[in-house]
Nanobody, 120 residues
Framework: QVQLVESGGGLVQAGGSLRLSCAAS????????VGWLRHAPGKEREGVSC????????LYGDSVKGRFSISRDNAKNTVYLQMNSLKPEDTAVYYC?????????????WGQGAQVTVSS
């Protein structure tokens, strides 16, 4: 089955850390740029970070720069989002997305979403 599966979400206090994983099955992530997007209630969907397939270039949204870090392990067919110094405003459902276009263009695969809740 071709899919992206996120894991690692949960409830954390402000200032804490979480690491999200986005694992691909049924296809190889090697040729795809992968991005993380988030959607909070009452807000528009926001791009958080993305990483390219070749030279592993990275991009970050202004609201997470210096706190979040994206990486990929092609051997494990997985992309990670390390989230540090979390704030209540980071609370959202986080989705990973795979695209053959850099930076993330037309999305070929979406994950199901992982809830991240940051308490104050």
């Amino acid at each position: 089955q071709v899919q992206l599966v996120e894991s690692g979400g949960g409830l954390v206090q402000a200032g804490g850390s979480l690491r999200l994983s986005c694992a691909a099955s049924g296809f190889s992530l090697d040729d795809y740029a992968v991005g993380w997007l988030r959607h909070a209630p009452g807000k528009e969907r926001e791009g958080v970070s993305c990483i390219s397939s070749g030279d592993r270039s990275t991009l970050y949204g202004d609201s997470v720069k210096g706190r979040f870090s994206i990486s990929r392990d092609n051997a494990k067919n997985t992309v990670y989002l390390q989230m540090n110094s979390l704030k209540p405003e980071d609370t959202a459902v986080y989705y990973c997305a795979a695209s053959r276009v850099w930076p993330i263009g037309r999305v070929d695969y979406w994950g199901q979403g992982a809830q991240v809740t940051v308490s104050s």
